[in-house]
């Protein structure tokens, strides 16, 4: 089982990323797949999540109306737009199989992608 995110990279504020995870080794039926981010000495926070039976989306306040959540084949892409410096994390995707809420407590999933960096130049 192994995700794999790419697409972080260094953007200047306002400017837009797309982040991919894609899923090798399982399917993400009946699955909840979510976007986390860490920065150094902090915790893991939830950034968005969808559902893919039903495409159901959450999404943090801190990220709400600027990142798109959304599911290609057995992909899951996460749009940012206007970036801002505070932003800067390294950004993780996951899967918490046989649910069908999107929970936001990192411990709650089952498996975890290497993460992908994503810095914001203010």
């Known amino acids: 089982v192994q995700l794999v995110e790419s697409g972080g990279g260094l953007v200047q504020a306002g400017g837009s990323l797309r982040l991919s995870c894609a899923a090798s080794g399982l399917t993400f039926s009946t699955s909840i797949i979510s976007w986390f981010r860490q920065t150094p000495g902090k915790e893991r926070e939830f950034v968005a999540g969808?559902?893919?039976?039903?495409?159901g989306t959450r999404y943090a306040n801190s990220v709400e109306g600027r990142f798109t959540i959304s599911r290609g084949q057995n992909t899951v892409f996460l749009r940012m737009n206007s970036l801002k410096p505070e932003d800067t994390a390294v950004y993780y995707c996951?899967?918490?199989?046989?649910?069908?809420?999107?929970?936001?407590?990192?411990?709650?999933?089952?498996?975890w992608g290497q993460g992908t960096q994503v810095t914001v130049s203010s």
């Open positions: 996951a899967i918490d199989r046989g649910v069908w809420a999107i929970d936001v407590g990192p411990s709650l999933y089952d498996y």
């Open positions: 969808i559902n893919w039976n039903n495409g």
